[in-house]
């Protein structure tokens, strides 16, 4: 799944680097089926600046996982962006705006745990494998 860019490193860096661009994918994924199936306009329910991150997302979503894949910074940076991001934008849906299931808490405490995890690893990905420890 990765590119051979990636080959020099430690096994625990590609599996945090393809956890990274499955997640990412999966995200993309979600977002298009909120396009499938909630028509158009997807997020009508939502404010319109909230509705234009969550479409946003399905495009910026793949493309960092292309970028993670092809081991371009420009992903590595764009991936705890994006997360950190939609953690809040739910965050805010969820608490301030009372959007979501009763189970929506959970899963914002998810995406915020994957966030803070991304951003945390983010340096060790940007790191070349023959670089400084």
Do not use: C
């Not at 994918?25 to 158009?40: E, N, P, R, S």
């Not at 979501?100 to 995890?117: E, K, M, N, R």
């Amino acid at each position: 799944m990765l590119s051979k860019r990636w080959a020099r490193e430690p096994r625990w860096v590609q599996a945090a680097a393809t956890a990274l661009v499955l997640l990412l994918t999966w995200g993309g994924l979600q977002h298009l089926l909120d396009f499938i199936t909630g028509g158009w306009p997807p997020y009508a329910y939502a404010p319109r600046w909230l509705a234009a991150y969550w479409s946003a997302l399905l495009l910026l979503d793949p493309l960092a996982a292309v970028l993670i894949t092809r081991r371009h910074h420009a992903g590595m940076l764009l991936a705890p962006l994006i997360l950190l991001t939609d953690a809040a934008a739910n965050g805010y849906a969820i608490h301030a705006l009372g959007l979501g299931g009763p189970l929506a808490p959970i899963g914002h405490g998810v995406v915020s745990i994957l966030a803070i995890a991304s951003t945390a690893l983010t340096p060790r990905l940007l790191r070349p494998a023959n670089g400084p420890a």
